[in-house]
């Protein structure tokens, strides 16, 4: 079965750096489409950025764009988020997710998350 | 970048009732890129809908999406327990970047 798990969480000050990274297994990794997708404590989703199976078509939100870097590894079956210049409002869950396929499917598996902290 | 605005923020009902969500957006939304999830403490979110109006696997029938431009719905035709919940909707392609809406409470009254 497909199966996302996320790991690399945790805290950081602010101006630190971050790498997330997300393992998938149960699915040909390399033919999907995956994003990054984060959840402030007691707040709404938010869609980060999106890569496609072979890194060719990335996507950032405006909210992180310059400062976090997706990446994949298809001989590793990884998804990786660096984060850069980390600020407090990154505080939240981060979730990897998978679409059906491709661009412009909807995000049919979710890891569970990870926790990522930005405090001094 | 669209903009996803639902209403109501919080909805008190009881079970059995029946209830409608709304999602409006910014711009127009394909009809083939909005979809719904439903999110419960702790958990990751779930697909419910997509492409509008269709149930993604394992969804029951009570469940269904319609709309189309820039006004879209949710239906739950009787409320169980399980379905009190946080509700989002998305569109996921309509603009190369994809939003969530801010979501709608569902909570026993």
């Known amino acids: 079965q497909v199966q996302l798990v996320e790991s690399g969480g945790g805290l950081v000050k602010p101006g630190g750096s971050l790498r997330l990274s997300c393992t998938a297994s149960?699915?040909?990794?390399?033919?999907?489409?995956m994003s990054w997708v984060r959840q402030a404590p007691g707040k709404g989703l938010e869609w980060l950025s999106y890569?496609?199976?072979?890194?060719?078509?990335?996507n950032y939100a405006d909210s992180v764009k310059g400062r976090f870097t997706i990446s994949r590894d298809n001989a590793e079956n990884s998804l990786y988020l660096q984060m850069n210049s980390l600020r407090a409002e990154d505080t939240g869950t981060y979730y990897c997710?998978?679409?059906?396929?491709?661009?412009?499917?909807?995000?049919?598996?979710w890891g569970r998350g990870v926790q990522v902290t930005v405090s001094s | 970048e669209i903009v996803l605005t639902q209403s109501p923020d919080t909805l008190s009902l009881s079970p059995g009732e029946r209830v409608t969500l709304s999602c409006r957006a910014s711009?127009?939304?394909?009809?083939?890129?909005l979809g719904w999830y439903q999110q419960k403490p702790g958990q990751a979110p779930r697909l419910l809908i997509y492409g509008t109006s269709s149930r993604a696997t394992g969804i029951p029938d009570r469940f269904s999406g319609s709309g189309s431009g820039t006004d879209f719905t949710l239906t739950i035709s009787r409320l169980e327990p399980e379905d009190f919940a946080v509700y989002y909707c998305q569109q996921y392609g309509s603009s190369p970047m994809y939003t969530f809406g801010q979501g709608t409470k569902l909570e026993i009254k």
């Open positions: 149960g699915f040909a990794f390399s033919d999907y489409y």
């Open positions: 711009q127009t939304v394909s009809s083939t890129y």
């Open positions: 997710a998978r679409p059906t396929v491709a661009y412009g499917d909807p995000f049919d598996y």
């Open positions: 890569i496609d199976g072979d890194s060719s078509f990335i």
